[in-house]
């Protein structure tokens, strides 16, 4: 069993709510955009995945990749910044979903969060929003969830942007 807090376009802030949000949690999952300095402070908070985003530095671009595949506790976890959502996934991840076959599909971007089964491609997908203070949002939010048997005990911080 391992608890995931899951975050993505931090755009350079990271919210004090991360480290009470996600203090129980095994590990974080980042999602993209995660702008200078935080990937670091994550990295010394817990073990840290982590993809690039369209506006992470060149010096970002070399220490990740664009796409993970990975597996915990038996499931396999593709992440990636711009992914889309069931019925709108992006032209370069319909491929990877259809030969790769993960049990959850997480991808940012969009900063709007949306969880939400797809029975087509059978998967979870998990936008975790946005938890920094760029961008249109008004409120910034972390998801955190527990792999089991199966994904279970999802839950939500939602905040002011503003206030961390």
């Known amino acids: 069993m391992l608890r995931i807090g899951i975050l993505s376009d931090t755009h350079g802030t ?10 129980k949690c095994d590990e974080i999952w980042h999602a993209g955009d995660i702008g200078s300095g935080v990937l670091d402070k994550l990295r010394d ?18 220490q990740l990749t664009e796409t993970q595949l990975f597996r915990r506790e038996g ?3 593709l992440m990636t910044h711009i992914g889309g959502y069931p019925d709108h996934y992006e032209k370069r991840i319909r491929p990877l ?21 797809d029975k087509t491609y059978n998967l979870l997908h998990i936008n ?4 920094g203070r760029q ?3 008004t409120v910034s ?11 279970k005990d999802l839950e939500i911080c939602e905040f002011d942007k503003f206030s961390n």
């Open 14 to 23: 990271l919210p004090k709510q991360v480290y009470t949000f996600f203090d």
């Open 45 to 62: 908070f817990k073990p840290v995945v982590a993809v690039f985003g369209n506006m992470d530095s060149w010096d970002m671009r070399y």
């Open 75 to 77: 499931f396999k976890i």
């Open 97 to 117: 979903l259809l030969s790769e076959k993960p049990d959850i599909f997480v991808a940012g971007h969009s900063h709007i969060l949306r969880v939400m089964f």
């Open 128 to 131: 975790p929003g946005a938890a």
């Open 135 to 137: 961008g249109f949002q």
């Open 141 to 151: 939010t972390l998801v955190r969830l527990t792999l089991d048997d199966k994904p």
